[in-house]
Each structure stands twice: as C-alpha cells, then as structure tokens.
C-alpha cells in the first residue's frame, strides 16, 4: 500500500478520494446548485420580469447587520441595479454552474449574492450554520474545486489558445 | 467487473437525481404556475393551481438516486479490497 504524506487519510485504508467518484461528485454538486439559482432566477422573471422590487426592499430593511450601513445603501441607492439585476443574475449564475462555463466568475457570484441572504434573512434560531451558509459554502466549494474541470465546458475552454495566453483567465474559468 | 458497476452506479444515482430535480423541474416550469412543488391558494384558502407533478414523485426520483449509491456501497463492503497495483497515491515531487 503506498504512503502519501502530505495527506495522512490515504493510508491502509483507501478511499481513492481523487478517483472518478469525487470528479462524478463535484460535477454533480455544482449541476445542483446552479439548478437551485437558475429555478430561483428564471421563475422571477416569468413572474416578475425584470423588476423584480422585493429586492431593493429586501436589502432596504437589512439594518443592524455585520454588513454596516452597506445593503441599506444599495437598496436605497442601486434599485436600478438590483431589480432586473437579482433574477437576470441568478438564472445567469445557474446556467453558468450547470454549463460549467466561466464556473469560478459565476460562483463567486452566488457567494456575493448567499452572503446577503444569509446575513439578511438572519434565521439564526439553530446557530449561524443553518442552510443559508451551507449554500455559501456549496459556492465556495465549487471554486475552490474549479468544479467546472468537470463534466463542464470550462475543461474545454482552457484549452483554447486564449487560455493557454492568458493563463490567469483560469483563476475566472474551472 | 468492478469499474462497470462504478460507471453504472454513477451513471444510475446521478441520472436519477437529475432527472427528479433538473428534468422534472424544467417540465414544472413549462407547465405554468406554480414553480415551486406547492399549491397555490386564495385568499379564502382554496387551491387554485397545484404542481403537474406532485412533490413526491420528485423526491422518489432523488431518494431512488440516493438508494443505488447505498446499494453501490453495500456492493463494496461485501467484495474483497481491489489490489492496490496502481501508483496513483505515491507522494508527488513538489
């Protein structure tokens, strides 16, 4: 049985952690979260369009949070930004995910955007773990997995010449 | 034998939950309101739109795709260990 120091869990026990199961894993994790953002995008605009107004009056009322006087602003200042910009990003943030194209630009997206919800809707009844930070981490996960290498379009983008050019293009691919 | 049932496993478990949260959703979509697996209500209480595919069948789809990973691993445990003949997990040159 082989040794690899730098992680001790690969050992006499093999979980094979870097095989086509967790590659089959992170596609499918990423597939789901952007499905999750994509519903919530898509659905608003049937519904709403593009002025989707609860939005600024969502951040309008997010006072007192560890965010300052920020979200107030933005609801109070950037309503122009918000309305359309909350179910276009979303439904743009799930494709994205599920596509696995520009993987690492879209997530940090939904970070920006489950970070707001999760301070915002402040249901800290069961601790600040609840299921608004675990969508956080999803997102997190899927960049710091470059989840996109997966089953996605990203692994086939970076290898094109532009790519390969500008190899900082990866930290927004993968 | 044993990478067969893995493509399989992956293929069946993920198939399924996809098809219960992706498909199924994207059909829920099409079909009208309401977008999220609950009836609509009036005011009085009626219900005025329900899903045109009810939440369990969702569900089904996924706690199915959750079933062949617990089938996939009960496989495992009874099977012996694959031989350890690759070098996959020797330490790397940094």
Partial sequence: ?174 | MTDTIDTAARALSAGLMLFGIVVLGIVEILAGEPYSPVPITNEAGDVVATPLISPEIRTAFVLAGIAVLGLYAAYRLVTPLPEDDDVRHETMAD
């Avoid at chain 1, 597939?31 to 049937?46: P, R």
């Avoid at chain 1, 950037?78 to 979303?90: K, N, R, S, T």
Wanted: no cysteine; aromatic share 14%; hydrophobic share 50%.
């Fill in chain 1, 1 to 174: 049985m082989s040794y690899q120091s730098s992680n001790p869990l690969v050992g006499e026990t093999e979980f094979a952690l870097d095989g086509p199961w967790a590659t089959y894993w992170i596609a499918f994790l990423r597939v789901v979260t952007g499905w999750w953002f994509f519903h919530a995008g898509i659905t608003k605009i049937i519904e709403s369009g593009f002025s989707y107004s609860y939005g600024s009056a969502y951040m309008q009322q997010m006072s007192g949070t560890a965010l300052g006087g920020i979200p107030v602003w933005m609801g109070n200042n950037l309503a122009w930004l918000i309305e359309p910009g909350v179910p276009l990003f979303e439904t743009l943030i799930g494709l994205a995910l599920m596509a696995g194209a520009v993987t690492r630009l879209a997530a940090f997206g939904g970070v920006i955007f489950m970070i707001l919800f999760w301070i915002g809707n402040a249901g800290f009844g069961n601790g600040v773990v609840n299921s608004d930070l675990m969508g956080l981490l999803m997102f997190l996960t899927v960049i710091v997995l470059a989840a996109g290498r997966y089953y996605g379009l990203d692994a086939l983008i970076e290898e094109t010449a532009v790519v390969k050019q500008n190899p900082k293009l990866r930290y927004l691919l993968g």
